[in-house]
């Protein structure tokens, strides 16, 4: 089925570090949600984003609905120990079979440097 | 406010068994969907109910089944198991556009 291709695939991150994650479709999607999941939960979301261009921050989170409607981008300013987890993008596209559904992204894993 | 739950937490069927899986969405929320997370990968749409019936669907067998109660509970059932449904099955409730997912169901097939 239709995927995301949602990059890096995983980071390590030093406190106080800036992070950037993001993710591209083929097809033109009309949502843009992200996730965070930590180990034995559910995914639970950080920011929902509905039209192109938007920016919305929650926190120290950051995310973008990019103006083609087909990426979409997350950054985390001055990461913090429990920022570890993984990350997932989630859309909706705006056509074809998948219309409707949410579509998620591999997961961009972060992780404490050594 | 109990957010989505999910039941049980864990199990482990043989090949060829069925399995049911119960949800119970967050208050107020009338759409219940299901997912199947594989180990390192990101959820994938197995379907949706909306009004005690399945109004999406992704690109799974019918094996894979499901039901929605008027309370707006759902059941995911799967039928003649395979090692390759062993996954982590995630139910998320939803009023609008944005999915709150539970903790999910771990399934071990042997």
């Known amino acids: 089925g239709q995927q995301l291709n949602q990059s890096p695939q995983s980071m390590f991150i030093q406190e106080g570090e800036d992070v950037s994650m993001n993710c591209t479709s083929s097809s033109i999607f009309n949502t843009w949600l992200w996730y965070k999941q930590e180990p034995g939960e559910g995914p639970v979301l950080l920011i929902a984003?509905?039209?192109?261009?938007e920016l919305t921050s929650n926190g120290r989170l950051t995310a973008q609905f990019g103006i083609t409607r087909k990426d979409s981008f997350l950054n985390i300013s001055a990461s913090i120990p429990s920022d570890v987890g993984i990350y997932f993008c989630?859309?909706?596209?705006?056509?074809?079979?998948?219309?409707?559904?949410?579509?998620f992204g591999k997961g961009t894993k972060l992780s404490v440097k050594p | 406010d109990a957010g989505v739950t999910q039941s049980p937490t864990h199990l482990i069927k043989t090949r060829g068994q069925q399995v049911t899986l119960r949800c119970s969405p967050k208050s107020g929320h009338d759409t219940v969907s299901w997912y199947q997370q594989a180990l390192g990968q990101g959820p994938q749409f197995i379907f949706q109910y909306y009004e005690e019936e399945e109004r999406q669907r992704g690109n799974f067998p019918d094996r894979f089944s499901g039901h929605q109660f008027p309370n707006y509970s759902s059941e995911l059932n799967v039928n003649a198991l395979l090692l390759g449904d062993s996954a982590l099955y995630l139910c998320?409730?939803?009023?609008?556009?944005?999915?709150?997912f539970g903790n999910g169901t771990r399934l071990t097939v042997t």
């Open positions: 998320a409730s939803s009023l609008g556009d944005e999915l709150e």
């Open positions: 984003l509905y039209k192109a261009g």
């Open positions: 989630a859309g909706r596209a705006l056509y074809g079979g998948s219309q409707g559904n949410l579509i």
